[in-house]
């Protein structure tokens, strides 16, 4: 099954990163072809979230995520709150992945995100220059399971072997990474609650990882350049906010941001069955993208936008009527800008195949989590289904094909705050 | 493909006045065979179908796996042998596509336990699970009318083969305006388990059988399983308030009537036009229907909201204050179905309320 191909090597690793786990990290450590780089701590910017200065970017200026991520949504183990020796333990550790990866793609990016949960366990609230409400289902239709787990730690790089690496060391199960001795590790205090894995991009296009995965038509043609299962490139530049414009900006908390993270299974056929790509145009764009032939393939040629235009955002209605389907691009532009006309989203969704089902792990970082419930509640098109021939879920751009599973909210702090911080933003 | 090309223009002629009801209206003919659990089942040659709502050519048994309830819905889940279906965009027609791994044909309704009033226009999913809790399909599925199945939610399926399974379905929250009684219900999504139970034996009694009439303008009559509802909505003549008669648009019986003092119209008597199918009576929904006053000074065009009441059950509406003057015959209205029912269809309801014209409405009638 797994050849010697940079193909079928890529989807060894991504089954490895699915699998987790000590013999998963040594058989990808027995197929690693190239040295990590190795860090430098003193070149690490102040936002745990800043990563796009630090992948690289297509031809048209889209960063590209890693390829692997790791999901660790963790507890603290302990009633109450955690000591600062265990704050010390848990920031020295993460010191230890910073001097043993470089801060990038080739290396590692992680980042420490905690749930209005975890500041629960303190006496005084968040202050209100932080928008974290806990996580709540955002449409008629979901009954997402809500992660309230204490924190999430993401874990990325192109190398599967790093992710599962300094997975193992922060848990204590490794004491060297990439030469580096862990001075401390969190395995003590900390137990991993979901352990989720997802892949994108990178020369690892979605059609390699269907095999055998529920949810994904065999018939499906997915588009060889397509990063995503659905055949379509998303997170284009152009419909992104700056990391910037995501980073809170005063208060204890300023320079972090808030994460939301979904966990949202793909069912595929009818999507690739029942429409042809005309009809998967006019649900992933608009109907004129459709009509006008906008989309090549996988959408490339779309550059770094998706060519929504305010003619295709307004009279929805009238739309829905004459051509039957609204477009989810179409849809979510609508809500995606601030008054100055800022894009208000970070996306940074990658997709899974967890215990074998098509899914999407859907981080996206804003300056406060209602922003988010604000453009996803958007996503429902409630006032476009005052057309007869949209439907709850049908002819609504995409929202026939996604069943959100989970639904969680964290606070992304700046990195000298990262390591247990209070709600007044000290470190305990 | 088939393809259906007709496209209703706003605004154009009023033509086909037809006051009062068709005959046969409110009566189903019986079914063919022996008064089991029957429905009907496409023919797929379906040429020389009449164009108007006829008998299909077979009817096919199927089995009642289950009910549950959850907050405000009652829910079934009933299985059959897959079968052809026909999808409707816009006045465009189509067949579903069946597959060899489709296993069954899985039909769910929902509907109010307190009312027995079932449910257009919800969301509905359904995900099957195998014995170990494995997900084998999850899928959005949508609502049919059948001649013999009534108003309900189905898709075929593919299964692991025969076994024991569950089936988990889930209504959203309903989005269309509902009113009075039904003001603050069916807000909150909920879903159930059923048991369901794939056996060689069962999919063996899933036998087809021809009807007599087959091809002729008609229906079968909608099969009764347990508390199940049909769907059917009352006789236009058990409907509230003064009609305004009963019109047909492409075999559609589109019946009217006002309503004064009431909260739906605020202080305005309130049109309503209820749609149904001939002989059945089920809800023909996800239209769009517009009224055309016709006054002295020129014309005043209206759009009917779709809502759900407890008293008018799924209906079209607006407030008309210029009422009693239709009803006296002074004000001339039309009804204009810019969007025919964007409902899918079983067999021999396909060729029926897809190009429909615009009625006028004769309240003398």
């Known amino acids: 099954m797994f050849g010697t191909s940079d193909g079928s090597r890529r989807e060894f690793m991504r089954a490895a990163v699915a699998i987790g786990g000590a013999g998963a990290l040594s058989a990808c450590m027995e197929r690693a072809q190239e040295p990590v780089p190795p860090g430098d701590r003193g070149a690490l910017p102040t936002r745990q979230y800043a990563w796009v200065d630090h992948v690289p970017e297509d031809e048209h200026g889209n960063f590209r995520l890693p390829r692997h991520h790791v999901f660790l949504y963790s507890n603290y183990e302990e009633d109450g709150t955690p000591s600062a020796d265990e704050a010390d333990r848990l920031e020295t550790a993460l010191r230890s992945l910073e001097r043993a990866y470089q801060w990038s793609n080739q290396g590692l990016l992680f980042s420490l995100g905690y749930s209005p949960s975890y500041f629960e366990r303190f006496d005084r609230s968040l202050p209100s220059s932080v928008d974290l409400p806990a996580p709540r289902r955002l449409s008629d239709f979901e009954e997402p399971d809500l992660d309230e787990q204490d924190l999430l730690l993401q874990l990325a790089s192109d190398s599967a072997e790093v992710v599962l690496a300094a997975e193992e060391a922060v848990l204590g199960a490794r004491d060297e990474v990439n030469t580096v001795e862990m001075e401390a590790d969190a395995g003590d205090f900390l137990t991993v609650d979901e352990r989720r894995t997802g892949f994108i991009s990178g020369g690892m296009p979605a059609e390699k990882a269907t095999e055998g995965v529920e949810g994904i038509p065999t018939e499906a043609n997915i588009p060889e350049q397509s990063p995503l299962f659905m055949g379509f490139k998303g997170g284009f530049a152009d419909n992104q906010a700056s990391e910037d414009h995501i980073a809170i900006e005063e208060g204890p908390f300023a320079e972090a941001t808030t994460k939301h993270v979904s966990n949202i299974r793909q069912r595929l056929q009818d999507w690739y069955i029942e429409q042809d790509f005309e009809d998967r145009v006019a649900e992933m764009f608009s109907a004129t993208h459709a009509k006008e032939e906008m989309v090549e393939g996988a959408g490339l040629n779309l550059g770094d936008g998706s060519g929504i235009t305010d003619a295709m955002t307004t009279d929805l209605v009238e739309t829905a009527n004459e051509y039957g389907r609204v477009g989810h691009a179409q849809k979510n532009a609508r809500f995606n800008r601030d008054a100055d006309g800022n894009v208000i989203l970070h996306r940074r969704h990658v997709e899974s195949t967890d215990n074998g089902y098509a899914s999407l792990h859907f981080p996206s970082l804003q300056r406060e989590i209602s922003q988010f419930e604000r453009v996803r509640v958007g996503m429902n098109g409630d006032d476009v289904r005052e057309s007869p021939r949209i439907r709850q879920r049908v002819n609504n751009g995409i929202l026939e094909y996604i069943f959100t599973l989970h639904r969680g909210n964290f606070l992304v702090p700046a990195r000298s705050q990262r390591s247990f911080p209070t709600p007044a933003g000290e470190v305990v | ?365």
């Not at chain 2, 899928?139 to 089936?167: C, K, W």
Request: aromatic share 6%; charged share 25%; hydrophobic share 35%.
């Open chain 2, 1 to 365: 493909m088939r393809r259906r090309t007709y496209l209703a223009t706003v605004g154009a002629t009023l033509t086909g006045a037809v006051a009062g009801c068709a005959s046969g209206d409110d009566g189903g003919r019986e079914g063919n065979a022996d008064g089991t659990e029957e429905r009907t089942e496409h023919d797929e040659e379906h040429s020389g179908a009449p164009d108007r709502v006829y008998v299909p050519e077979h009817a096919t048994a199927m089995t009642m796996e289950g009910m549950g309830g959850d907050g405000d819905f009652q829910f079934s889940v009933m299985i059959s042998s897959p079968e052809l279906f026909f999808l409707v965009e816009g006045t465009d027609v189509r067949e579903s596509i069946l597959f060899d791994d489709h296993s069954v044909h899985v039909m769910a309704s929902v509907w109010d336990p307190e009312t027995g009033v079932a449910l257009p226009e919800t969301g509905m999913s359904v995900e099957m699970l195998d014995a170990d809790g494995r997900t084998v399909t999850q899928e959005v599925i949508y609502p049919m009318l059948s001649q013999r199945m009534g108003f309900h939610y189905g898709a075929n399926v593919a299964l692991d083969g025969y076994g024991e399974y569950t089936a988990r379905v889930s209504v959203g929250g309903m989005e269309i305006e509902r009113t009075r009684g039904f003001a603050d219900r069916f807000d909150d999504p909920a879903s159930v388990d059923v048991p369901v139970s794939f056996t060689e034996a069962k999919a063996e009694k899933f036998t087809e059988s021809n009807p007599a009439d087959a091809g002729e303008h008609g229906a079968l009559s909608p099969m009764e399983m347990g508390m199940r509802p049909t769907g059917a909505l009352p006789k236009a003549a058990d409907m509230p308030g003064t009609a305004l008669g009963t019109t047909t648009s492409d075999d559609a019986r589109l019946h009217m009537g006002v309503l004064t003092d009431t909260a739906l119209g605020g202080d305005d008597p309130y049109l309503y036009v209820s749609p149904r199918t001939p002989y059945n009576r089920f809800p023909l929904p996800n239209m769009l229907l517009r009224a055309v006053l016709h006054t002295g000074d020129g014309r005043r065009e209206l759009e009917l909201t779709r809502r759900l009441d407890d008293d008018l059950n799924y209906h079209y509406g607006v407030s008309l204050p210029e009422a009693p003057a239709v009803l006296a015959g002074e004000i001339g209205l039309g009804i204009v179905p810019s969007v025919s029912p964007q409902v899918t269809r079983h067999a021999g309801y396909e060729t029926a309320f897809v190009e429909m014209d615009p009625v006028t409405v004769d309240p003398s009638g």
